[in-house]
Structures are given as C-alpha cells and as structure tokens.
C-alpha cells in the first residue's frame, strides 16, 4: 500500500495577493488579462472587418443581432465561472486546499451539465429569439444559420471559461493568455479561408467565422486541460473522480445564479436595444454594431480590471483582511478611471475615423459617430461602476451587483430608450438612455459600498481551515 504522504503543488502556481503592493499586484494580475482580452477584442473586429467590407452590411448586421443571443447564454457560463473565481481565490486565502480541490472537483460536472442543455435551448429556439427581436427579413436569412453553428462552440467555451476562472482564483492571469493567444491565432488565420474557400477551403461565406470558432474552441478547451494535467496544477481535475459536493455546489449556485442572471439582464436588455434600434432600419443597426465594437475597446481596461479587484478582494477577504480590501477599492478606481480616459478622448474626438475601419458607408458612420459623442462622455462613469463591482462581487455578494443592474437596465435604460426614441422620432434616443444609465450604475454601486453591508453578509470564507493533511490533493492532480 502506498504511503499517504502530504504532497503540495508547487508554490509557484499559487500567487498570494494578500501582501505586498496593491496596485502592483493589480497592475501585474490585470495586464495579462488585459492582453488576452485586447486580442479578442482585436481578433472580433478583425472579424468585423472582413464581414463589413467584404461580405456588406446585411451580414455585419447578422452578426450583431446574434451578439446578444450568445452573450445571453455565455453570461450564464460567466456567472458561474465567476462563482468558481470567488470561491477558488477565498479559498486560497485562508489556505483551505482541501476546499479549493473540492471546487475544481464540482465545478466541472456542473459547468459541463449546464452547457449542454444552454446548446440545446439554443439551437431550438434561435430563429425564434431573432424573429422577436424585429430582425429584417434579409438579415434574418444569415442570422439563423450563423446563429446555430456558433452555438456548437458553447460547452466548449464553457470549459474555457472555468479553468480561466479558477487559475485567477489562485492568482494565476498569465497561463490562460498563452492558449488564448493560440486561439485568437488560429482563428483570425481560419476565418477568410473559410470565409472565402481559400487555399482549397469550402467557401462557406459568413458561417465560415462561426466554423472557425467552432474548430478553435475544441481545439483550445483539450490543450489547456492536457497541459494543467501535465503542469499537475491545483486546478486539474481527476476525471475518474469528478462529483458535485452538495455544500460547495449550492455556494457555486448561491453567487453564480446572481451572478448569471445580472449578465443575462445586460445581454437580454441588449435584445430590447437592439430592437428599438432595429426600427430604424437597418443602417441604424449596422451603425450600433460599429460603434459597440469601439464601446468594448473602451470600456475594455475597467471590465478587466474589476476581474483582478475581485479576486484580490476575495482572497484577502479569505484571509481576514478586510482594510487591505478598502486599500483595493480606492486603487481600484484609480486605476480603472486612468486606463478609460484616454480611449475616451479617442471615441469622442475621432468617431468617425474609428468607425471607418469597419464600414465604409457614409450614413453608417454617421449614425454611429453620434452614438459615440452621446455615450463616450459617461465611459468613465462605467469604469467606476466596474471597479466598485469588482469589490462587491469578491466580497461573495453578486446579487447586489445584480440588483443594480436591474435598476440601472430594467427601471431605468429600456423605459428610458423607449420613451425617447418615440418622442424624439430617432435612435437618438436609445443613445441619450444609454448614456444616462451609465451614471445610474456607478451611483447605485457607491452607495453600497459606502454602506459598508459587504463587509459582513454572506462572506462565504469566516477563517482559514486545516489544510490537506494526507495528500488528497497531490494524489488526485497527480494521478490523473
């Protein structure tokens, strides 16, 4: 029989975030992040460039109606996997591995499950979604088939998602860079064969990019998981051992489900949107899927920075730290009002310059440039927003975060977009309501915070407990 002797992986795959400097530990966990997203991002308008400019504005309009049909089902995976994020990195801070082997462990089955049956609902009641959502017929004709293959990358993405998500519990930014790298790679270089048949390809058109996401996600979920697996990191599952522990899935279903559901009232409310805008015709719609493009750019720093802010929070609210968590909420919001001021300027005073990239067609730009003047003055108001939230949510409390959402999308955007948009006779109005709602978010978020409730209700990590005393999880990601 073989002796049971402690085994620990090794120190370096765990970054303790509960000492040290705070805005260097979040400038460094945020810059790799960063980086992956920017390729992303780079890699989405680079998609949006070959739709735009070779393929016309029917398509690009296909591919912005879809958008929020596959955020809907994706904000699910990132509530949950945000729920694996805060728990991992609490966990981690009170040093409780037995209970951080317990999340890799039940994540999986869990993640797995609700990704297959979101493919499913998917595929059904996709050409329905986009009907409801006032889609023109002629853009209606791409968007169902488009729609339907990309949603095959689904559980794939999921499982990217996860371990993402569990590697910055443990303060690891870097390693999900690497194969993001390889992914974005792999499909900007498949989207114009694809799209075109070069190289002896089919030519598949439009539903060549979503193939391509297709291939690389398959692709990128197996590699990461052999290379965890190899690496022996804390967060690779063993297979043959997978269960879905009873107290830590309902913690999981306890942050996730609010977590969830507030992307999925930002995704859901981006259908209202959209189909305010889409009774304008289809330049309008063309015009919001430009500028949206340029929204993420901008926005893009703050929305990764509060991914650090919450796993700095929780891991030093796992410790017991709560001051040091004070520390990063004022350098939070410093930081992320630094890094969305400059792409700020840029969208209000070159507009139509940015949106050039991805259309030619004048009244496009124009449409699109007045949405960036409207909205680009409150960018800084999301920022903040994004950086309280990222406090909040480490702290455990994403139904706060939620609830906020509700006010600012619910009660307040889409009664607002409509209400304006009618009175005013244009899609002016759906911008005004944007713009305003921004300042709604990042007030509902100080108040909170000021209160000071997230200090005390429903912090998941009280203390630290015992950590593996007979090697359970050494034999476990070792033997896998």
């Not at 499982?159 to 569990?166: A, D, K």
């Not at 690389?216 to 965890?228: E, N």
Request: net charge positive; proline share 5%; hydrophobic share 50%.
């Amino acid at each position: 029989m073989r002796s049971q002797k402690p085994k620990t992986c090794p120190p370096r795959q765990i970054r303790d975030l509960t000492t040290g400097s705070i805005p260097r530990h979040l400038i460094a966990f945020t810059l790799p992040m960063l980086a992956g997203s920017a390729l992303q991002t780079a890699y989405s308008f680079i998609n949006a460039i070959w739709v735009g400019q070779y393929l016309g504005k029917a398509d690009l309009a296909a591919i912005t109606v879809s958008f929020p049909v596959i955020f809907v089902l994706m904000s699910l995976a990132g509530g949950l996997t945000l729920a694996t994020n805060i728990l991992m990195s609490q966990y981690c801070g009170a040093k409780n591995d037995l209970q951080m082997r317990k999340v890799v462990q039940s994540s999986i089955p869990l993640i797995g499950s609700m990704s297959l049956l979101l493919l499913i609902v998917g595929e059904i009641f996709a050409p329905h979604i986009l009907q409801a959502m006032d889609t023109p017929p002629e853009v209606l004709l791409l968007a169902v088939p488009y729609l339907r293959i990309f949603l095959i990358a689904l559980p794939f993405a999921f499982g990217v998602f996860l371990v993402s998500s569990m590697l910055r519990g443990i303060g690891d930014s870097t390693t999900p860079l690497y194969f993001q790298t390889v992914s974005v790679v792999l499909a900007a270089a498949l989207d114009p064969l694809l799209m075109f048949g070069w190289l002896g390809f089919p030519r598949l058109g439009l539903n060549g990019t979503a193939w391509a996401s297709v291939i690389t996600q398959i692709g990128t979920v197996v590699a990461i998981y052999v290379y965890l697996h190899r690496k022996r990191s804390p967060v690779s599952p063993d297979w043959r051992r997978l269960n879905m522990d009873r107290e830590t899935t309902l913690h999981t279903f306890k942050i996730g489900i609010p977590s969830a559901l507030q992307q999925s009232l930002v995704s859901v409310s981006m259908v209202f949107i959209i189909s305010m805008v889409n009774r304008f015709g289809a330049n309008a719609t063309a015009a919001f899927g430009a500028a949206s493009r340029i929204d993420q750019l901008v926005i893009l720093p703050a929305q990764t920075l509060s991914m650090a802010i919450s796993t700095l929070s929780g891991q030093n609210i796992g410790a017991g730290k709560l001051p040091r968590v004070s520390q990063v909420f004022r350098w939070g919001v410093l930081i992320s009002i630094g890094l969305t001021l400059v792409p700020s300027v840029l969208a209000l005073t070159t507009p139509h310059w940015l949106l050039r990239i991805f259309t030619s067609d004048a009244a496009v730009i124009e449409t699109g440039a007045n949405y960036l003047r409207t909205v680009g003055i409150t960018y800084v108001f999301l920022a903040i927003a994004f950086a309280v939230n990222g406090v909040i949510n480490g702290s455990g409390q994403t139904f706060m975060t939620t609830l906020f959402s509700l006010i600012s999308l619910w009660l307040f955007r889409i009664p607002l977009a409509q209400f304006l948009s009618v009175r005013l006779h244009s899609v002016q109005g759906v911008w005004y309501a944007m713009a305003l709602s921004f300042a709604v978010s990042m007030l509902a978020s100080i108040i909170y915070y000021a209160s000071g409730h997230w200090k005390t209700q429903h912090i998941i990590v009280q203390q630290p407990a015992p950590t593996d005393p007979v090697g359970i999880i050494g034999d476990e990601a070792g033997e896998m």
